[in-house]
């Protein structure tokens, strides 16, 4: 069992943080218009950042690994601009403080994963 201010591995990390996008955008995709299209925007991005970590585990090369998270990266910030879209649209009830935290938190490790791996520091 882990304890509470165990680190988690940046691929529960980002699975957990998917977990939390789908049930946010099972909500906003009900809705019509364009809460159903910020909700689609937002579901892409978030999800993706773990599948990238994923694909990146996978890495043919340093190269490969650092072009799979810069990507993941990408999307994490991505995914930032969209739940503070949605939250300040007032296009859906509910807090996004918690989300946004972790959307930059994520984004922040996956940045100093690129950082280390092209400085040449071992990845675990």
Same mark, same amino acid.
């Given at each position: 069992?882990? /304890?509470?201010?165990?680190?988690?591995?940046?691929?529960?990390?980002?699975?957990?943080?998917?977990?939390?996008?789908?049930? %946010?955008?099972?909500?906003?995709?009900?809705?019509?218009?364009? #809460?159903? #299209?910020?909700? !689609?925007?937002?579901?892409?991005?978030?999800?993706? %950042?773990? *599948?990238? /970590?994923?694909?990146?585990?996978?890495?043919?090369?340093?190269?490969?690994?650092?072009?799979?998270?810069?990507?993941?990266?990408?999307?994490?910030?991505? #995914?930032?601009?969209?739940?503070?879209?949605?939250?300040?649209?007032?296009? *859906?009830?509910?807090?996004?403080?918690?989300?946004?935290?972790?959307?930059?938190?994520?984004?922040? %490790?996956? *940045?100093?994963?690129?950082?280390?791996?092209?400085?040449? #520091?071992? !990845?675990?």
């Amino acid at each position: 069992m882990r /304890m509470k201010n165990e680190p988690r591995d940046i691929s529960e990390r980002t699975f957990s943080f998917a977990l939390d996008i789908v049930r %946010i955008c099972q909500n906003l995709i009900v809705e019509a218009g364009v #809460t159903r #299209t910020l909700g !689609r925007q937002l579901l892409r991005s978030g999800t993706s %950042i773990g *599948a990238n /970590m994923e694909e990146a585990q996978a890495a043919q090369s340093s190269a490969d690994f650092v072009g799979k998270c810069s990507i993941a990266l990408k999307e994490s910030r991505e #995914t930032i601009y969209w739940l503070r879209l949605i939250h300040a649209s007032g296009c *859906a009830n509910g807090n996004f403080e918690l989300s946004l935290k972790e959307a930059d938190e994520i984004s922040r %490790i996956i *940045a100093s994963i690129i950082v280390r791996t092209r400085n040449g #520091t071992k !990845r675990k």
